[in-house]
């Protein structure tokens, strides 16, 4: 057995397809298949089941998935701990955070790392929440990103950005005329909501006493599609103020409190207190602790 085999079931695992691990990996499909066969040979059990084009892990592949990964994230930390030996940060800075805070909130502050660790290679795993807290529990990633409150005693959690939640609504809209409006006036127009995640467990409190006239018109799970379709005028909705400012800026947009209610939406940098992290990550924990990341203010941002 080598890393190679175990990258490749990996692949395999997640994609449940070998022609599309093959293609993550660089190997043609008889090639991932020879690996997977080398594996199932060495330990003895089939480790897929196989049903036309669809492939699941066997019972004995999902006990071998946890072991995998284990071994690919302890190979990986040896990596970067040889490689951390010199003066200055190199290897690669493993973080994970999903869609909004990689488009919204981290670009400038990896171009600040980036300038000042040339030698660091950034490795972002995206994904919700809850997926990049578990991540880092495992050992997989170095740093995650999270939607606070983070409640795990082997977590370390410094708050690093802090958001109003608005109505974002496309500049023809009747409700664009208002300061500000009610949740009973939002209530009255189709919505566009997110998918899951802690925006959406706070819009399905907000407006649960409307329910029975409430009208979904879409759920997405990317934040740049929700703006895209309350421009075009789909619906409207409600998310984190500061992701609208081109919006705003170019007039396509406006953003409108909401009253008698203020819905935050705060992130966390958050690690293992347990594990010694590579230089490359403490680096950038001295980075985005001590940078001034904006902690908007939503009344701010509308105005500007």
Not at 19 to 39: D, F, M, N, P, T
Request: aromatic content about 8%.
């Amino acid at each position: 057995m080598d890393f190679d085999q175990l990258l490749t079931f990996l692949e395999v695992a997640k994609l449940g397809n070998f022609s599309r691990a093959g293609e993550k990996v660089y190997r043609s499909q008889s090639a991932v298949s020879a690996q997977i066969r080398q594996l199932e040979q060495e330990y003895g059990e089939r480790l897929f089941d196989r049903s036309g084009k669809t492939v699941r892990l066997s019972p004995a592949g999902e006990v071998l998935l946890e072991y995998a990964q284990r071994m690919v994230a302890l190979r990986n930390e040896s990596l970067r701990a040889v490689a951390d030996q010199g003066e200055t940060p190199k290897g690669t800075l493993s973080i994970g955070a999903n869609e909004a805070t990689c488009l919204y909130v981290l670009p400038d502050v990896f171009s600040e790392y980036i300038q000042q660790y040339p030698q660091v290679q950034i490795s972002v795993y995206r994904n919700f929440s809850r997926k990049i807290l578990q991540a880092v529990e495992d050992g997989v990633i170095d740093l995650g990103i999270a939607t606070l409150p983070v409640k795990s005693p082997s977590l370390k959690v410094h708050s690093i950005f802090r958001d109003q939640l608005m109505l974002f609504v496309p500049t023809r809209h009747p409700l664009a005329s208002h300061d500000s409006v009610t949740v009973e006036e939002i209530a009255d127009y189709p919505l566009i909501f997110p998918k899951t995640g802690y925006t959406r467990q706070q819009l399905d409190k907000l407006f649960r006493p409307y329910n029975s006239k409430l009208r979904v018109s879409m759920e997405i799970p990317s934040v740049g599609l929700i703006k895209s379709f309350v421009v075009s005028g789909v619906g409207i909705s409600l998310l984190s103020s500061s992701f609208a400012q081109d919006e705003v800026r170019s007039g396509k947009g406006k953003l409108l409190p909401i009253k008698n209610v203020e819905l935050w939406r705060e992130l966390g940098l958050v690690y293992r207190t347990d594990r010694t992290l590579p230089r490359a990550a403490t680096t950038f924990i001295d980075l985005i602790r001590h940078r001034p990341i904006p902690k908007k203010s939503a009344l701010k941002s509308h105005k500007a």
